[in-house]
């Protein structure tokens, strides 16, 4: 190599700083003794001190000397939201001279639980909220200690803790696990020197310093957080924490850069590139921050101008390295943009740290040749958590370097002294700055049952799933099920009619007989009584039958067709819905009146006899014969089963009128199975059966567990009807024919008497256990599920049923986005995978796509499109199958709300996931439609932005006088209106008082306090008004703002409202005043029986006299003369200047119209003047 490049490389690694000679805890004890009064930690529920700090994580670590839990070189684990708890426990932990190990809230209970058993942990520090929201009561509760922070940040000990142990710098600070390559996490363990040495070299470069506050964005289990932590508290600094419920919303970051003045920002350049975009669009600045921290991922070239733009002061900084290199091992100062750059340059080593690239081997290699970077020096971690094959594959001793970090990363000098990232040698991606091994993804898909290969890559920067098993193959001649069914193989098509049959249908029990695939609720199935009396209700039967007898006896046979159903709906089950059994009635000369003698085929959906051959023999009988091709294709060697088993529910149906005796035949003749010959005799049906009553505890069933079955066969509808019921019921008898007629028969019974208990059924043609002949499904129906012709399960996706599944181990940007089912790996002439040979994943499935037809769906749309960089998006589609991830979530949730004015949460997009569910709330949130039976939001788009005007009913109308006003004012506020209670309900309330407490806790469930807040009320709306001004202030609201619409208070100066005396008049009057508006009668009539209630709520004076509340009054100057007035005030109003409001308020701005009482409301356009004048 040439002597300048070997000059360049060693000036790269040149940066020397002062030896370590503190640990993390030291560092925090030379702050508290420097300034123990200073605020260490800020968060949602307060900030505190220092010495607060010190004495909450003193008091952990007594307690977990005292109890026995701690000694050095062991893991405890931590789980807590963001704040203050989060730093008590990492400090008590260490001080008690162990590790913690850091644990995700976002994370399912599986992968902290696989997390907790790799490191060994028995004992966890975490919140109280995290323990009662996601550990009490879960499978892992028992497995491990837990100890809630809050119970022992007050533990009072006899123990001194200058006697206690205290951690070494050698000795190991805490053990973060990242993605690992086997299939399980990795835990990267670092100690004390090596955090501490990062810590120094940023805070000596940017002299972080007590004045300086960090916003810590990122999660403990990110090892971006040890420095947010432990990087301010060595340097006296402050902990800004957001509040974890908002931790990914980019408004609440700057609320809090703004209230605070943060001066360093700490996070992957997404979330910078988020906060810069939000700043931009609201045309703020950030003029407190003075560097920026950015890690973890590809830093967009345009980005640090950006951020330049909003903040011209701060220094921006690119640094990189691994967890394995104590935080960061790399850095570079981003001054400017050169125009030749394809990239950020990845920088130099930090001091007493050092970047190599070399070669296979281990030698240097030239500037501008692509290596392997490796880092050394103080930073380098200890180990891979008790793993020494992994520790020994990834660090190593280079004969002249040293002990070094093989990173797997791939980069080259650049000429000018620094390195440039050139991406990765293995399958390790970083995703929104989250390391991600594939093969662990890979690993945890091919452990899922029924899965026996499974490959995950990236493609356009999103994990695409391959899998293989031999479910997804299409077998030989393997049928279309759907097609088949269609074909209605069961009957027979190629007779005439002979003669009809016209019996009396009941549709309604047609509804309820059918399979319930979905059930509503559950029921307790041990507590069922399936034991059924018998009942003797046949008709008797004279020596012949009539014809409408015969039509009684065959009816049970028919298939009816129902509105929304393709196939005909019968009264009994049968196997793959084929109803392959046929019936042909023997019918003797003279036997029935009108009918000859014959063999005829009854055909069950036209309700005919269809003449066959001629007759048998003399008696009267009906033969039952599977006819083979309608059911063997679909159940090959469980078809004599399934058909005696329909045999078995046709029996009962044909018993419930008629006696009837079977004689079994099982014989084959021909594409035929002659099952049954049934005669008009008395029999009694054996019963050898022994059923069962089995619970659904967890999709298990006795001793059938369906989570541990096929993946296939878990997402089918067999295992979706198992999830959703309330358990089974499983017949147990010999397997021969007379069992399975029998297990039929009584199915019959026992289904028809649950439906009438409101308990439907599903047959299923799959046994549970081998002693079992049948299995019924059951669970809880509705009143609505009763009615319908079809109630079938909600089919899931693959996609989403194996992310469920994965979401148990893995975090969600983990789970791939996209499954393909393969039927093999295609591999090279070398037999590794040939990933060129992998087909493409389709992000947007075009034969999927639905359109918008709302407007509101197309601006989502449109959105969600400009987002995602796609060119079309369906109201369907699921935004983390097409390609979304949480930065996209944040990004999206900002621009709907800059767009629409609409408040949507990260959570919501994570909840909804589609545009379909989206709109749907949002139109249920917002678009013009009742809250609940008191609130209507009259703005067509809901501006967080902007205040909340509430329009307070008057008496004897609701809150829709105010529509026309609302739509002036609502580009200047969301206009909520407020009906009136008493028209809705039966029950009254009569008191202004209590009426008021209603509206106010009817507001604050739906809306939050804006502030200014203002209340509107025409009339005895603005007493209302002024009652619940009142209560606001009497919670600590103080900027409150009522209009008032010339409302009269009542006092002793204006007459008083006789009711009894007047009651009736006012009525009738009533009734004549809304039919001439054109009233509908029915809320004409809910408004006259409430209007007694109106008028003596109108003679109650508010109660509270306001202190803070600012009224504006708007005066009528004028008489009404118009018929049809139930009282006259406007004398009383004219010789009153304030209308006695001030009585109740003193701060009160008055405005004059020239109107009346009944009109005022028409002078929108003045009301609308005044009100933005004063506000």
Known sequence: MPELDKSVIEQANNYIQLEVKSTLIELFADSLKATP??????????????????????????????????????????????????????????????????????????????VLS????????????????????SDIEDKYNW????????YKSNTKLEELFKPSLDDIAYVIFTSGSTGKPKGVTISHSGAVNTIQAVNDKFDVNKEDKILALSELSFDLSVYDIFGLLAAGGTIVFPDQKKTKEPSHWYELIDKHNITIWDTVPQLMSLLVDYVRDSSKQLPSLKVTLMSGDWIPLNLPIQIKEVCPNITVMSLGGATEGSIWSIWYEIAQIDEGWKSIPYGQAMPNQKMYILNEQGQHNPLGVIGEIHIGGQGVALNYWQDQEKTQASFIEHPQLGRLYKTGDLGKWDKNGYIVFEGRIDGQVKLNGYRVELDEISSKLAKLPGIENALVTIQDNHLVGYLVSESFKKKDNEIDYQAFKLEQRGILKDLKTTYNL???????????????????HKVDISSLDIQIQKKDNHRSISTNLTHEQLTELLSPLRGVQLEDRVLPKYLYPSGGSAYSIRAFVNIPKGYIEGIDEGVYYYHPTEHALQFYKEVNDN???????????????????????????????????????????????????????????????????????????????????DSYDLNSQSIMLQRSELGNILIGSSGVLIFEADKNQESYIQAGYRAQEITTYLYQQNIGSTALGFNLSDSSIYTIAIGGISQEQKQKSEV??????????????????????????????????????????????????????QDNYVAPTTELEKQLCKIWEEVLKLDKVGITDDFFRIGGNSIFAIKLAHKVSEQLHIKINVADIFRLNSINNL?????????????????????????????????????????????????KLSKSFNCIGIDNYNIYSKNKIDNLNDLAKLYVSEYLKNYSITNPIYLLGWSSGGALALEMAGLLELNGIKNIKTILLDTLISKKNIPINDL???????????????????????????????????????????SAKLRFTDVLLVKAKEIDNRPNIIFRKDQASLALPMNNIDLVSKRITLKKLDCHHGNILEFEEDITDFILQNK
């Open 37 to 114: 009064s200073f605020i260490a930690v800020v968060d949602c529920e307060g900030q505190y001190s220092y010495k607060t700090i010190s004495e909450y994580s003193n008091a952990i670590n007594l307690y977990l000397h005292d109890n026995g839990l701690c000694k050095s070189g062991k893991l405890i684990g931590v789980l807590s939201e963001k704040g203050y708890k989060q730093v008590v426990a990492t400090l008590g932990i260490m001080q008690s001279s162990s590790a913690y190990l850091p644990l995700n809230v976002d994370w399912p209970r599986g992968r902290c639980d696989e």
């Open 792 to 845: 079938n399960v909600d089919q899931i996706s693959l996609e989403n049923f194996i992310s469920k599944k994965l979401m148990n181990y893995l975090p969600r940007y983990m789970i791939p986005e996209v499954y393909l089912t393969i039927d093999h790996l295609p591999l090279t002439v070398n037999g590794k995978i040939d990933y060129k040979s992998l087909p493409m994943a389709e992000l947007v499935n």
């Open 118 to 137: 790799e490191g060994n942990v028995d004992t966890v520090l975490l919140s109280n909220s995290e323990f009662n929201g996601c550990i009490k009561g």
């Open 1060 to 1102: 009894e005396k007047d009651i009736y008049n006012i009525k009738t009057t009533l009734k004549k005043f809304f039919t001439s508006l054109g009233h509908q009668p029915v809320y004409s009539d809910k408004i006259i029986s409430s209007c007694h209630i109106d008028l003596k709520i109108s003679n109650i004076k508010p």
């Open 919 to 967: 709109s749907n709330e949002l139109h249920d949130r917002f678009a013009w439609k009742k809250e609940t039976s008191l609130l209507n939001l009259y703005t067509l788009k809901f501006d967080e932005f902007l205040p909340n005007m509430l329009f307070i009913h008057p008496a004897f109308a609701g809150a829709e006088v105010y529509q026309s006003l609302a739509t």
């Open 502 to 520: 016209n019996p009396i249908i009941d549709i309604d029990r047609y509804k309820l007989r059918k399979s319930y695939r979905k059930f509503d």
């Open 147 to 154: 100890l809630i922070i809050e119970d022992i940040i007050n």
């Open 619 to 701: 008696k009267f009988s009906i033969e039952f014969n599977l006819y083979i091709p309608a059911m063997e294709p679909l159940y090959k060697e469980e078809t004599l089963r399934l058909a005696y088993l329909e045999l078995g529910h046709i029996l009962q149906l044909l018993n419930e009128k008629y006696p009837v005796a079977y004689e079994i035949q099982d014989k084959q003749d021909g594409d035929y199975h002659k099952l049954v010959k049934v005669t008009l005799d008395q029999q009694d049906i054996a019963n050898k059966l022994n059923i069962k009553k089995i619970d659904n505890d967890g999709s298990k069933f």
